[in-house]
Every structure is written in C-alpha cells, then in structure tokens.
C-alpha cells in the first residue's frame, strides 16, 4: 500500500497522520500548541509526529494544511495569526530535506475543503464552499473538483471579513474571526463570568480551573 503523510497546524493542535490515497488513517498522533513556545517548537513537534505515524516507514508524499495565509506554489507560509515565527518560512523546502520526499503545502482549510468535496458531505456537489471555526476562521472553495486559488495571501479568508457596526468608520469595524472563533468565545465567556461571579458559567469555568490544576499534580 502507497503510504502517505498528513499533517495538520493549528493554533491549537497540530496532528500528523499516516494513510492511504482513499482517507483512511492508519496511524494518528497529535500534539498540543503552546503559542509563546514558538514556531521552532511547533516544527519540532511535527517531526516527532512524522516519526511516530511512520513508524520508520517513507512515505510517497506529504501534504501540510497551514491554519493561516501560505503561498501554495512557493511552499512557503506567509505568516501565523496565532504564533511567532512563521512569517514568509519555506516550510515545504524544510520539510521535504527532513522527510525526504515531496512536500505540498497550503492553507488548513483549502484542503479540509478538498477533503470534504471529494470524499465527505460535499461529494458529488459542486461547487463546495466551506467553513471552518476553531482557533480562528477560515473557509475554502472547491470548482470543477480543485481548489480555488485567487489573490493571496488568503482567498477565502472569511474569518477576516469585517463585522459592520452602524455609526462607526470601516476601520473600526471587528473581523468576524475576533468576534466568533474559538478563542474569541473563550474570552467572552471569561468575560461574563467576571461580570457574574455566582452565575453557572463562572461555577463550570472554575470547576474547569480546579480539574486541570489537580491534572498537573497527578503522577504518571
């Protein structure tokens, strides 16, 4: 069987997978992302995660889905919304002299798009539109089976389109991306519990401190 590599990097997770050409996963490992450590960590990571999915295997290719703007025919990141050090990085070229085989990059959600168009809900439709809510916001559009490319840095990049607000200059206008991503949520619900310290929310929200505080002092 022709063995090849997925990898994906969030703002939240990176996950490395090893599978066929029909989207069957053989073997998936997946990692956390501390934004502060870095992008050096984060690449550390996906090595240890090639590694283990392999199994000292090789796979025939590679294929990167980046969470944020990339420059998919130079394999290059254009940068990270959510961690230092990735700007204008040639994370196909770096890759490719690790792995030692091709290496295609681009952007998280192109390929959750391509995924879903051709092997999940979208299959037989076209075009397929699609978006997706995490860390930050993203989407992608598939035509004529193949991903849509426009002007980069980010084609369907809906998670930064502007939220009117009436009475107020474009400029000021929030991107949707800060108002509803996973992390925009999460703050908001901080927020509320701050402001109702004896509601339910500000009981789960401290249950949720206490259990992994008490995770951090359980031996393994």
């Keep these: ?93 770096w890759l490719r002299r690790r792995l030692g085989t091709p290496v295609f990059l681009e952007n998280d959600a192109n390929v959750a798009a391509l995924a879903e168009a051709r092997l999940g809900a979208g299959k037989g439709s076209d075009p397929v539109f699609y978006m997706t809510a995490g860390s930050g916001i993203g989407g992608g559009l598939i035509a004529r089976g193949e991903i849509y490319h426009g002007a980069e840095p980010g084609e369907m990049e809906v998670g930064h389109t502007r939220v009117p607000r009436p009475g107020r200059p474009v400029s000021e206008w929030p991107i949707l991306e800060a108002l509803a991503s996973g992390w925009a949520t999460d703050r908001a619900m901080r927020a509320a519990a701050r402001r109702s310290p004896r509601s339910s929310l500000a009981r789960l929200l401290a249950r949720e401190r206490g259990a992994a505080a008490a995770s951090l002092l359980r031996p393994v």
């Design 1 to 93: 069987m022709a063995l090849f590599l997925g990898i994906e990097i969030g703002g939240t997770k990176v996950q490395v997978a090893a599978g066929d050409d029909q989207g069957r996963i053989e073997t998936l490992w997946r990692g956390a992302v501390t934004p502060r450590d870095g992008a050096s960590a984060l690449r550390r990571q996906v090595l240890l995660g090639a590694r283990v999915a392999l199994r000292k295997r090789k796979a025939v290719a590679a294929g990167v889905g980046f969470g944020g703007p990339v420059s998919w025919e130079r394999g290059c990141v254009r940068l990270s919304h959510h961690v230092e050090g990735w700007k204008d990085f040639p994370l196909a070229a």
